[in-house]
């Protein structure tokens, strides 16, 4: 059974920091692209960020320069440090993970104040 276990969201001021991690079962993790989405109250899942499983990255623009996904292969975790937060940050976010099919995680609260 595949499962997408993610960790970290909380509240935190503008300006400030969280990381996410998103621990996987289930999967070859090394073989699967991995990566974030978020969804905001009222509006369409997003991408933020992915990472193949050679390690190449690509991110929203909204988020370039102020969040960084990386991968540790060996702890079949995945994560997302979030810096510089801003209130438009604001969203559930969800882990994302595939190969032949996409699974997902049940995503994690983050909550930005301003």
């Known amino acids: 059974q595949v499962r997408l276990v993610e960790s970290g969201g909380g509240l935190v001021q503008a300006g400030g920091s969280l990381r996410l991690s998103c621990a996987a079962s289930g999967i070859i993790f090394s073989m699967n692209a991995m990566g974030w989405y978020r969804q905001a109250s009222g509006k369409q899942r997003e991408l933020v960020a992915v990472?193949?499983?050679?390690?190449?990255?690509n991110y929203a623009d909204s988020v370039k320069g102020r969040f960084t996904i990386s991968r540790d292969n060996a702890k079949n975790t995945v994560y997302l440090q979030m810096n510089s937060l801003k209130p438009e940050d604001t969203a559930v976010y969800y882990c994302?993970?595939?190969?032949?099919?996409?699974?997902w995680g049940q995503g994690t609260q983050v909550t930005v104040s301003s």
């Open positions: 990472i193949s499983s050679s390690g190449s990255t």
């Open positions: 994302w993970g595939s190969r032949r099919i996409d699974y």
